[in-house]
Structure formats: structure tokens, C-alpha cells
């Protein structure tokens, strides 16, 4: 039973994008729990296994039912394209306590007896004490478990948003949504986004337009958020995750490599998405000034192409460029 979301005719002017460092935490705390998630993740999962062993998610996991509602003043949605994480950590500090106990209710009712537990019991007598810890725990989480690979993940963040700024600018807000994940059907008709996930709602966004936001850990799901301190917004799987933990030398052939020198072939085969230099240069783990040098020398080749978007400038494979780095056409 899916979710329609009605626009009204100011809606389509106030889509955004957000990348979320506190969202990716909580998400990733979620995939520790849940094996059917760790997939994609597992050269992550054993570099940080040892750091998520010294932590306490207990508390965290229990408000993360398999279905149902979790606590959103745990991550409320960002305010801007992209927030800090000490931003939005603050933020979750300054929770008014009164509404929380009925968020923990709800969602420790989603697990037959989490209430009765002692870390529910805790949870449900102390809301203002439970929500000062609860940041704490996430703090703690962000720095051993996110914070090390941010880098890599917010250019994997950053290269969804541009790609699909593009593809908006290009086709328009029908060609954006059918593209965004196999779960969202437009109808131009009634001006209604469908997202195919459990439960039944219809909201009309009534002027509040809908924030967009490409997610590493949420894989393979959709989630959606309306209530408050929510704007509307839809999290989906972010482009390109399979590739994310492997090193650039993991995806270069090794005949390329003698071709063009291991680093130039690594940015080649790093540009599965259109990417601008920062973004590539995050994901390598290399100093901008070198990855541009590079970039010149490819495009110059005619094994790349860029063009300006908006304040920077993006570069993706020509044809002989992807026949070079044995990348299929799409």
C-alpha cells in the first residue's frame, strides 16, 4: 500500500536536495543490526567492527524497529543542502523532552516487549535524561563509525545530487522522480508522486515542496518523514554504492594502468558518475590540484568531457572513455 504524495502548483519550485551526516549515522547504526542490509557494506563492517564493539547501541537499536515508527527527533532532516554534523547533533540536544515519551512509546510498541525491558523501562522513565544520552550515543557513533570515511561517502552524496540537479534541469521534475528509484511512479496527470512502501498515505505537501535526499546506508529501501520537525522528504539509496568501499585500484584494470599510469587510469574508472574535481578528489583520497592535472590531460586525451553546472564544473566519460575503462554504456 503506497504512499501518494499530491503536488500543488508552488511544490515543484520548492524540491530541494539535502545530504544528512547524522541521517548516515543512524542509518548505519540500523545496518549493524540488520544482516539483510550489510551487503554492500561489508568491507566497512570489518574495519569498523572492532570500534563498533567498544559502543553501546543497545538504546539506539531498540527505538530502530523493523517496520514502524522510530523516534524522529533522532534525525530530524537537514535545513540546508548540506548541514554539519555538530549542526545537526545540536539540534537533537535541544529536543523539547514533552513530546518524546509519546515518540518512545510508539515505536518500542513496534517490538513485542521492548517496553518491558530494562533499557525500555529506562527509556520511557527518564525522556529528558534519555534524550541528552541518545545524542551522546549518536556523537559517539558518528565519530567511530562515520566520521573517518566521510570523505569518501559525502563525495559519493554530493555526485547523486549533481547528477540528478542535472537530469531535473534537463527533463524536468517527471523525468527526475521515475529516475530517482524503481519504488516512485509519476502521474503528470493529477501531479502525484506514488513511493511504494508499507502503510497507506495520502499527502497533499500543501505548499511545503520536498526534500530529496540520496542515503549510502539506507539501501534498499525508501523512507519517507512528513511529521514534524520534518519537512517533507523522501531518502533513497544513493548512485553508485556497489563501487563505494573498493579502492580506485580495486576498479582499474591492470592493462589500463599500463597504459595511462595507475593513477590516471583510477580517475578514469572513478568517473562512473558525472563528478567535479573536489568531489573525485575526495573519493581518491588525493589532493585536488592532482586530480585536476589529470582531468586535463584525460579530457585533452578526449577520453573525457566537462561542462559548467552552476558554480562548478563536472566531468564525465566520452565513449572511447568508457570503452577504455571496460565500463558498460549506462
Not at 567511530?144 to 540537479?165: F, G, N, Q, T
Not at 549510502?216 to 514534524?228: A, H, K, L
Amino acid at each position: 500500500m503506497p504512499y501518494h504524495l499530491h503536488f500543488g502548483e508552488a511544490d515543484p519550485l520548492r524540491i530541494r536536495f539535502a545530504i544528512s551526516p547524522l541521517w548516515e549515522t543512524h542509518s548505519a547504526v540500523r545496518v549493524l543490526a540488520r544482516p539483510a542490509k550489510q551487503g554492500y557494506h561489508l568491507p566497512w563492517m570489518r574495519r569498523i567492527a572492532d570500534a563498533a564493539r567498544e559502543l553501546d547501541l543497545g538504546p539506539l537499536q531498540l527505538l530502530m524497529p523493523l517496520r514502524g515508527h522510530s523516534p524522529d527527533f533522532l534525525y530530524p532532516p537537514p535545513l540546508g543542502p548540506a548541514a554539519a554534523f555538530e549542526d545537526e547533533i545540536a539540534a537533537v540536544r535541544e529536543t523539547d523532552p514533552a513530546p518524546v515519551l509519546d515518540d518512545f512509546e510508539r515505536a518500542l510498541a513496534e517490538t513485542p516487549g521492548a517496553a518491558a525491558t530494562p533499557e525500555g523501562r529506562r527509556l520511557l522513565a527518564d525522556p529528558a535524561g534519555a534524550v541528552v544520552r541518545l545524542a551522546e550515543l549518536l556523537r559517539e557513533a558518528w565519530e567511530a563509525l562515520i566520521a573517518p570515511d566521510w570523505p569518501r561517502l559525502r563525495a559519493l552524496l554530493e555526485a547523486d545530487v549533481a547528477y540528478h540537479s542535472r537530469r531535473l534541469a534537463e527533463g524536468g521534475l517527471e523525468r527526475l522522480l521515475d529516475e530517482l528509484h524503481p519504488a516512485f511512479a509519476w502521474d503528470a496527470g493529477t501531479s502525484t508522486l506514488t513511493v511504494a512502501y508499507p502503510g497507506r498515505h495520502i499527502r497533499p505537501l500543501e505548499g511545503q515542496g520536498l526534500v530529496l535526499m540520496p542515503s549510502v546506508f539506507t539501501w534498499p529501501d525508501v523512507v519517507s518523514g512528513f511529521d514534524p520537525p520534518w519537512q517533507p522528504t523522501v531518502v533513497y539509496p544513493a548512485r553508485g554504492i556497489g563501487g563505494l568501499w573498493s579502492e580506485s585500484g580495486d576498479r582499474t584494470p591492470e592493462a589500463l594502468a599500463r597504459l595511462l599510469g595507475p593513477v590516471r587510469a583510477g580517475v578514469l574508472c572513478a568517473l562512473a558518475e558525472p563528478m567535479g574535481t573536489t568531489t573525485l578528489a575526495h573519493l581518491l583520497g588525493r589532493a585536488p590540484s592532482s586530480v585536476s592535472s589529470h582531468l586535463t590531460v584525460l579530457r585533452d586525451a578526449g577520453l573525457l568531457t566537462s561542462r559548467r553546472y552552476g558554480h562548478q564544473v563536472l566531468y564525465e566519460r566520452t565513449p572511447l572513455g568508457i570503452a577504455l575503462s571496460g565500463a558498460g554504456p549506462g
